[in-house]
């Protein structure tokens, strides 16, 4: 399969805990979204990398979250301290510099207790 | 800001009638994007459109943009059951935003026998 993965798939935490979502991109794509889309609404993004530079970071996006690409390949998001307002689908995608076209994984469904 | 808005945001069509999603984008914008999103998976692209007058077509679903208006169509023709699902516009602007997508909150459509 070629296609942007996400693992895990869903997970189930209490409140306070940490939490650490993975995605691995299409292998040539250079650049790597996060969003977020709760449930009724569409997806809002929260911050993209150019290989392994964080770009842009949504104002969503609390200190409580951080995000990485170490290598440029896997991108790994972390939330500190979760708090119910934190449930939601994390959705990964992956695109090149041009054209553009954003492929998405399949998402990590958060759920907080 | 960048800010989209769909209409209807629920569509509920008997089989065989034709029915149009409007999609506005508050400002100029590069390239729109039409997804489906079945319960509880990921976005699946439909259509890219990248200049005014664009018109793309797949099965049932034709995708049309006028960036004068700043508006997009997604008219179905014909509906049938499995295009039950909920659709998003999203647009991206590719020099300010990096290709990061906005998008609207959804149109969910459900096609009754």
């Known amino acids: 399969d070629t296609g942007v993965s996400q693992n895990p798939r869903h997970k189930i935490t209490k409140r306070g805990q940490n939490v650490t979502f993975r995605c691995d991109p299409i292998?040539?794509?250079?650049?790597l979204y996060w969003y977020r889309q709760t449930l009724g609404q569409g997806p809002e993004f929260l911050t993209y990398f150019q290989n392994e530079a964080q770009l842009e970071k949504s104002r969503l996006l609390s200190d409580r979250f951080s995000a990485e690409r170490p290598k440029g390949s896997f991108s790994t998001l972390e939330i500190q301290r979760t708090e119910q307002g934190d449930s939601a689908m994390y959705l990964c995608?992956?695109?090149?510099?041009?054209?553009?076209?954003?492929?998405f994984g399949p998402g990590t469904r958060l759920t907080v207790t | 800001e960048l800010k989209v808005e769909q209409n209807p945001l629920f569509l509920s069509m008997q089989e065989g009638k034709n029915y149009t999603i409007y999609c506005n984008y508050s400002?100029?914008?590069?390239?729109l994007y039409w997804y489906r999103q079945d319960p509880g998976k990921s976005l699946e692209s439909l259509f890219v459109?990248?200049?005014?007058?664009a018109v793309k077509q797949e099965g049932r679903l034709m995708a049309s943009l006028d960036t004068k208006a700043r508006l997009s169509t997604l008219h179905i023709t014909a509906a049938v059951h499995d295009l039950s699902a909920t659709y998003f516009c999203a647009v991206c602007r590719i020099q300010t935003n990096a290709g990061k997508s906005t998008f609207g909150d959804g149109t969910t459509l459900t096609v009754k026998p």
């Open positions: 995608a992956s695109s090149l510099t041009a054209p553009h076209e954003q492929y």
């Open positions: 400002t100029t914008s590069d390239r």
């Open positions: 459109l990248l200049s005014n007058g």
């Open positions: 292998s040539e794509h250079n650049r």
